[in-house]
């Protein structure tokens, strides 16, 4: 009975990533690219943008890059978890593949979260760089979620990694017996 539960979280769980795996980037694709590929007036109306501002197309180039590697990162890392849970549903709990995906979910999420910090650091000054008045200046903006997830994927990452030393150690112990 414990076991049905378990095998029954873990494919809700898994339903759950794959979604998300479909949404997030299509979030990102129908907030980032019109104001990035629009012209030079698409950052007109976003919240401390003036009405007047028109953008250069390397300054909204620029501004999409510094949030896509933080994109591709949380895409690694719900792919890594895709691949976690499938690894654990088929019972391989304690082997150098699960551990191994263990450590690039954490990886993933660790740069997923230290882009989302860098990116939401560099935002409002990009976005209000050209108002005539009122510019923004760049400034470390520490939003707590993000910085759940860099501490999260560093734990996620670390825990990986002591489970990669006990796995071996198993290994070898049985190796000896």
């Avoid at 593949?97 to 990886?107: D, F, H, I, Y």
Wanted: aromatic share 14%; with cysteine; hydrophobic share 55%.
């Amino acid at each position: 009975m414990n076991d049905r539960l378990h095998v029954w979280v873990a494919r809700v769980f898994l339903l759950g990533l794959i979604a998300f795996a479909f949404y997030y980037p299509s979030m990102f694709l129908a907030q980032l690219v019109p104001i990035t590929f629009s012209g030079p007036q698409g950052w007109q109306g976003i919240y401390g943008v003036d009405d007047t501002v028109l953008v250069p197309l390397w300054w909204r180039l620029l501004y999409f890059c510094i949030w896509l590697p933080s994109v591709i990162a949380t895409q690694v890392f719900v792919l890594a978890a895709i691949w976690l849970v499938i690894l654990i549903l088929r019972g391989t709990y304690f082997e150098p593949a699960t551990v191994r995906t263990a450590q690039w979910a954490g990886a993933a999420a660790a740069i997923s979260g230290l882009g989302l910090l860098a990116a939401g650091s560099c935002s409002s000054w990009m976005l209000t760089a050209y108002n005539a008045e009122q510019r923004a200046p760049v400034k470390l903006f520490i939003e707590s979620g993000e910085m759940g997830v860099l501490f999260a994927g560093l734990g996620l990452f670390l825990f990986g990694h002591v489970l990669m030393v006990t796995v071996l150690m198993d290994r070898e112990n049985k190796e000896i017996i």
